[in-house]
């Protein structure tokens, strides 16, 4: 108490403060809120609540206590994102914070949430278990006597359990199940008191009625079973299923698991007041089920197999609620009881696993490296439906990282899908990565139409799947110009996620920053980055994933005149780029970012020059071009960088960031209604480089996909680079195209690619 004490006085001083408070579940942290609510009140502090929707303005200068209890059932993420984006004022301002959560209970955003109040300097405080003297005097307090032996052992079942210990000893009295003689209580009977039934009966409601069943299930077992011998009586719960369920009671307090990988409750009292509230007709049940087991059943699957079914489901389970480091160890050890039996697809699964848990924590490096190793241990050649979603998983991690190309040879190798230009892959999950790949190659109409097709074809789509699937298509949209489209693919994102699953990667939200920046300008942006949005400053996936995306977040920030959110976004990547060496892209965006901000021609021409991605590299020149004309250094050099841009807009397929150089140029991109105006002298003239290198292959006889093939383009940015060709001759097919190069020279044009799509 005396450190909440000290938080309130410095709180007084205009000095702000966070006080984070945890425990399991029935530890007292909303005894604990209600009394230093009483405290605030003495003190003359404003007391709000944020878990109602308000909370204090920044201007508001009152003593002011903010509540927020059970912070790990928040799926608010809007007021996530205030809360952090408050830190930075904290300090300055009168305010004190008081958040309880419970331990390793919460998701992936109030996993970030509450690193970042770490990062800040939060006070931390921890209920735990009472102390075996703590419960003699809880004891003493509730019944007015010292407790006798019987009724002390009875009490230690609860193993220091605050809430249980508590409802035991008010249930006993209660029920006049003590006698007091003299100064001692002695215990009359052990018949389970009734509030400690309903007390538990509480605890099991908070897990769900599917955990709630298990549970019963379990405690009349006995004190410790197996997964396989509660699989054996639950058999209408799929194995895997069984897992989460357990792992679910794990990580809430209620069971343990033992190395050997035998379960058991966390305390006797609470097995012992489960089975006396289950009926006893159907404790008979399932004790006639549980012995009816056939001993041979158990013999075929080994203790190995058992485990890794609680293995999967606990990396699973932790990685959704934001604990990387559990989530990194149960994958870890899956991996090597994989690997102990030569099963590919479960070292493949728990190296995948382990490389989100990197991507997450900011280790691009060693996510590649890990990425690389499941692509490794998949066998080539058509699999099964599980190891397909195997390949899968890896084939997106890998795309997250940056290698799309390594992504779909690996989609290849195992042959879940043909080629770009084939037939689109058969289920949701598959498209939505191979529409992925194929966005990040520009090819982004052949995107929008594979997940819309994959969409077609599922009656009720897996919610889980839809935040990446849309995203997709919006972004397609937004490349295309399509703002309106763009804007409601978005809405219908949020409108059909599942909110207890969290998409782990960064473009959700990077694309819905960038319709309400091309929307409502920049400064709703900022607005956005400060509050909804901070995560993307500064957490480590956006800028992992979006080589351009540091240096859009800067050129953001400063056209919203917010010169503080760029240099954050600066400090951020060249954090990430220091401690990721090994990582190229990093130290690209790094680049790029620090001389947007700091106006490096250097740089930035540097950055250009070094891109892989396209549109990051378009963004570089881009920049370079305004910066030159700023200097005054001359308008061609600028207009060189624009015409850069302009085409490597075209190779990723970013037809509206094409359209805006174009018009920094004052090159028409309208179709023209008399040809012959815009009709060039000859076809080295008015004509891209993109444009020129396309051409020389068509007139050649190749068709679109072979064009695509030898320049490393989409189908569909060689068609739009024809379209354009077309309009500035004036003509409409590739034979009047091979006349126009007929009537300009005599030789045929060499094979031999003069011109790059992508200039040097």
């Known amino acids: 108490m005396s450190l909440i004490l000290q938080a309130f006085a410095e709180a007084e001083s205009s000095r702000g403060g966070v006080i984070l408070v945890s425990g399991d579940e029935g530890f007292g942290k909303s005894r604990l809120v209600h009394e230093v609510g009483r405290i605030a009140e003495e003190r003359e502090f404003h007391l709000v609540h944020a878990g109602d929707g308000t909370f204090p303005p920044r201007s508001d200068d009152r003593p002011t206590l903010t509540v927020l209890d059970d912070l790990h059932t928040q799926t608010d993420q809007a007021l996530l994102r205030r809360l952090t984006a408050d830190l930075a004022s904290l300090r ?17 955003d109030v996993h970030r949430f509450v690193r970042a109040l770490d990062d800040w300097g939060c006070t931390r405080l921890t209920l735990g278990r009472l102390s075996p003297d703590s419960v003699q005097e809880l004891l003493t307090d509730v019944l007015g006597a010292t407790p006798d032996i019987g009724l002390t052992a009875l009490a230690a079942e609860a193993e220091g359990h605050p809430l249980l210990t508590t409802a035991l000893a008010t249930g006993l009295r209660e029920d006049g199940k003590v006698r007091i003689v003299g100064r001692q209580a002695a215990l009359l009977c052990t018949t389970v008191p009734r509030r400690l039934r309903s007390t538990v009966n509480c605890l099991l409601r908070e897990q769900g009625e599917q955990v709630r069943d298990m549970l019963r299930t379990a405690a009349v077992l006995g004190p410790q079973f197996s997964l396989f011998e509660l699989s054996a009586v639950l058999t209408d719960v799929p194995a895997v299923g069984l897992a989460a369920l357990v792992q679910r009671a794990v990580d809430a307090g209620l069971l343990d698991c033992h190395d050997d990988g035998r379960l058991a409750f966390r305390n006797e009292l609470l097995r012992r007041t489960v089975v006396d509230g289950t009926a006893p007709g159907v404790r008979q049940v399932l004790l006639t089920a549980a012995s009816a087991t056939d001993t041979g059943a158990a013999a075929s699957h080994p203790p190995g197999e058992r485990n890794a079914a609680l293995l999967y489901a606990r990396a699973v389970s932790s990685l959704d609620e934001g604990r990387t480091d559990q989530a990194r160890e149960a994958a870890t050890a899956l991996f090597h009881n994989r690997a102990a039996v030569e099963d590919a697809s479960g070292q493949a699964f728990a190296l995948a696993m382990r490389s989100t848990c990197a991507r997450l924590d900011g280790r691009p490096a060693e996510a590649l490296r890990l990425s690389r190793e499941a692509t490794a241990v998949i066998p080539p050649g058509r699999a099964d439906f599980m190891d397909q979603q195997v390949t899968n998983s890896v084939a997106l991690e890998l795309s997250l990282l940056g290698e799309p190309f390594e992504a779909e040879r690996l989609l290849r190798k195992a042959e879940c899908w043909a080629e770009p230009s084939g037939p689109p892959p058969q289920g949701l999950a598959l498209a939505a990565v191979a529409a992925r790949l194929l966005s990040l190659k520009g090819d982004h109409r052949r995107a929008d139409q594979w997940i819309a097709e994959a969409l077609g074809e599922v009656r009720k789509p897996d919610g889980t799947l839809l935040p990446l699937a849309t995203t997709v298509q919006a972004l397609a949209a937004l490349r295309g110009g399509d703002l309106r489209d763009a804007e409601k693919l978005m809405a219908r994102r949020h409108q059909e996620q599942v909110p207890a699953h969290r ?8 694309v819905a920053l960038q319709i309400a920046a091309e929307r409502y300008g920049a400064p709703r942006a900022v607005e956005l980055l400060d509050r909804q949005y901070a995560d993307l400053v500064t957490g ?7 080589p351009g995306a540091a240096a859009w977040l800067v050129r953001t920030a400063l056209a919203g005149r917010a010169p503080h959110l760029a240099e954050q976004v600066v400090r951020t990547v060249r954090t990430l780029a220091h401690d990721n ?42 920049d370079l ?54 009709r060039p002298v000859g076809p080295e003239k008015e004509l891209t480089h993109s444009e020129r290198a396309v051409a020389d292959l068509v007139v050649l006889g190749m068709t679109n996909r072979q064009v695509a093939g030898k320049l490393h383009l989409s189908s569909y940015t060689v068609n739009y680079h024809l379209r354009n060709i077309f309009r500035k001759f004036g003509i409409k097919s590739r034979v009047e195209l091979a006349r126009c190069y007929q009537d300009d020279t005599t030789a045929v044009p060499e094979l031999a690619l003069r011109h790059s799509a992508r200039p040097a």
């Open 92 to 108: 300055r301002r009168p305010h004190l914070w008081l958040l309880t959560l419970r331990d390793q209970a919460y998701n992936l």
């Open 503 to 510: 998409v782990i990667c960064a473009q959700p939200d990077w």
């Open 540 to 546: 480590p996936l956006l800028v992992t994933e979006e």
């Open 581 to 622: 060496a090994d990582y190229a892209p990093l130290s690209v965006s790094a680049l790029h970012a620090a001389g947007l901000l700091h106006q490096d021609e250097a740089a930035l021409g540097r950055a250009r020059r070094e891109y892989r991605c396209s549109w990051a590299a378009g963004g570089a020149a881009e």
């Open 625 to 678: 071009g305004i910066l030159l004309l700023a200097r005054g250094r001359g308008e061609s050099a600028a207009v060189r960088q624009f015409g850069a841009a302009r085409e490597l807009y075209e190779e990723a397929g970013a037809l509206r960031d094409a359209a805006r150089v174009a018009a920094r140029v004052r090159l028409s991109t309208a179709p023209s209604t008399r040809p012959s105006e815009n």
